[in-house]
């Protein structure tokens, strides 16, 4: 169990990496356009990996069905909203609504699968939760002005969009833990779920609608940001996670992933040299009280 949960919380550092490294593409050149070129290149990574180490001989006809429902939904669905979001209301904001699939899994976890999770776990989950939400409300001043904060579009969408990416998100999960638990490759999951993601969204490229457009010209500064974006996101996150989910339980997996907004905090405090509001320390430390809570038990 230890190492599933530390698994989940590696899963988190990368996906801040990658959120600090998209929010400036995305805004370049489209939410739509950058995701479609991301996952494109990340299946064809994870099939590279796949092929190599025979991981698809584990997933049995049974699985596709739902590996599939879980990729379009958790990923398709789900990461296209997630980087709407991100867009719009920045990587701080948007990191927090996508917490929600924390107790969004929890509570799918406990009435779809019918998993049973001892009082202090529950007790783990929600004091995470509580401290992420503090740790970014209270993370920022209004004198900072930096990028990262901008908001481009609506608010309210902006809003929307998270918590819709992080209900996918925690879908997708749930849909996926029973095929883990019997024997299917994490990675090999992670490669069907991504490419089903990728054709369809390359689908897009063909409706003729400015939304499905590149803003502008994909440089090769551009296109190597787009594959390290993928690499640490999808590639290396994504399979963490899912390496986690196999071996731990889903609510406490998604829980300590979910704990990426506080890690992004602290980036964002090294590289804009502005230092957090207290607020912003008081929720770390409550986050890592619920974690301990999850760790010892």
């Known amino acids: 169990m230890l190492t599933a949960y530390t698994l989940a919380l590696a ?16 805004r370049i050149i489209g939410e739509i356009s950058f995701n479609r070129i991301r996952l494109i290149v990340v299946t064809i990574m994870l099939l590279i990996f796949t092929i190599l180490n025979d991981g698809f001989t584990s997933i049995e006809n049974e699985f596709l069905f739902p590996i599939i429902i879980s990729g379009f939904i958790g990923i398709f669905l789900g990461d296209t909203l997630l980087f709407s979001a991100l867009k719009t209301i920045g990587p ?20 779809v699968l019918s998993q049973k999770m001892q009082i202090i776990e ?9 401290g992420v939400i503090i740790a970014i409300a209270y993370g920022s001043s209004k004198d900072n002005l930096h990028r990262w904060e901008k908001i481009e579009g609506s608010i309210k969408i902006g809003i929307f969009f998270g918590i819709l990416a992080a209900l996918c998100q925690a879908i997708g999960i749930v849909i996926m833990k029973p095929i883990l638990d019997n024997g299917a490759d994490p990675i090999a999951s992670a490669t069907i ?32 940001k787009i594959i390290l974006s993928g690499f640490l996101g999808m590639a290396l ?23 990426s907004p506080i890690m992004i905090l602290f980036m964002i ?8 509001k207290i607020g912003a320390w008081i929720g770390s430390f409550i986050a890592i009280i619920g974690a301990s809570f999850i760790f010892l038990n």
């Open 237 to 259: 996150g994504m399979s963490l996670l899912l390496i986690a989910l196999k071996k731990g339980d889903a609510g406490i997996v998604v829980t300590l992933s979910s704990t």
């Open 269 to 276: 405090w090294i590289l804009t040299k502005k230092v957090p």
């Open 122 to 130: 529950i007790i783990g989950c929600l004091v995470v939760f509580i």
């Open 92 to 111: 701080r904001r948007n990191n927090i609504l996508f917490s929600l699939a924390a107790p969004f899994t929890v509570f799918l976890n406990i009435f």
């Open 193 to 224: 779920r991504t490419a089903i993601s990728a054709f369809a969204l390359g689908l897009t490229y063909f409706f003729p609608h400015k939304i499905f457009e590149n803003k502008t010209k994909i440089s090769l500064n551009l296109f190597l």
């Open 11 to 26: 899963a988190a550092f990368s996906w801040s990496l990658a959120s600090l490294i998209s929010v400036d593409i995305t």
